[in-house]
């Protein structure tokens, strides 16, 4: 057998499991191959995992997505899911058992505070002609766009540092204001939340939020209430529910397997 072909252990998520509790979370397709589902446990902790070649696995769409499926299907059987990283792979189950066994005062003090929690993701993106109509109703940038116009861009690069600099004023204003009339709301609903780095120009809210699944239809009728309010000037990007990723710290550092 070469290196290639050589078999693992690929692990997807920690889950809380009685000891005597038999659980079955079915296959999943990995890579074109069908591969099952097993866990390997410690006292009343499991990590969800399954055999899979033993070799760096690359973060594209399909691999992403497969790891995010195996991770729902567990959610839909087990309400304590901690979520592990992409691409963790080990040599065998005794590894893995090993790493369970040290983990394992984190988990137990983690168990107790996202059990039956869900994370929900929420982007508010910018409508191009709103955001461009509070451009054009700002008198400072309309008077030091007409001042760089017909200029090349070395006479004007001063110039266009200080427009881009008031532009961007403007969308940190816009972002204050989501924040406040969007992020807030719903930060009250939420066990915790979480705002991250804004992705590209339009964007005005990058957020996560830990709820509980108790509260996961009110927090849903307040995204609502927002989205309405709001349509006409945002997209709003409302994702879920996850394992709560943003909200668990614990980064496994796995040697190169290739």
Not at 15 to 35: L, N
Request: charged share 30%.
């Amino acid at each position: 057998m070469n290196q290639e072909e050589q078999m693992g252990i690929y692990i997807f998520c920690a889950i809380q499991i009685d000891e005597s509790e038999d659980v079955d979370f079915g296959e999943i397709e990995m890579e074109g191959e069908t591969r099952s589902l097993f866990i390997i446990r410690y006292k009343d902790a499991g990590i969800v995992a399954t055999e899979a070649p033993l070799k760096i696995y690359h973060p594209n769409k399909d691999n992403l997505m497969m790891h995010q499926r195996a991770v729902s299907l567990v959610m839909e059987r087990n309400q304590t899911v901690i979520p592990v990283s992409f691409g963790n792979v080990f040599h065998s189950k005794a590894d893995v058992g090993v790493l369970l066994e040290n983990l394992y005062p984190q988990f137990a003090k983690l168990f107790p505070e996202i059990k039956g929690k869900i994370e929900i993701g929420l982007k508010v993106i910018g409508k191009k002609d709103w955001l461009e109509s509070h451009i054009q109703g700002n008198s400072k940038i309309e008077k030091m766009a007409k001042s760089v116009q017909g200029k090349s861009e070395a006479a004007s690069y001063y110039e266009r540092i200080q427009l881009g600099e008031v532009a961007q004023k403007l969308v940190s204003s816009l972002q204050k204001e989501i924040k406040q009339e969007v992020f807030n709301p719903l930060e009250e609903i939420a066990e915790a939340s979480k705002t991250n780095e804004p992705i590209g120009e339009k964007m005005l809210l990058n957020a996560s939020f830990l709820v509980d699944r108790g509260k996961e239809e009110e927090f849903d009728l307040k995204v609502n209430e927002a989205y309405e309010k709001w349509k006409d000037k945002v997209e709003f990007s409302y994702s879920g529910p996850w394992a709560a990723y943003n909200f668990v710290n614990i980064h496994l550092k796995v040697e190169d397997a290739g």
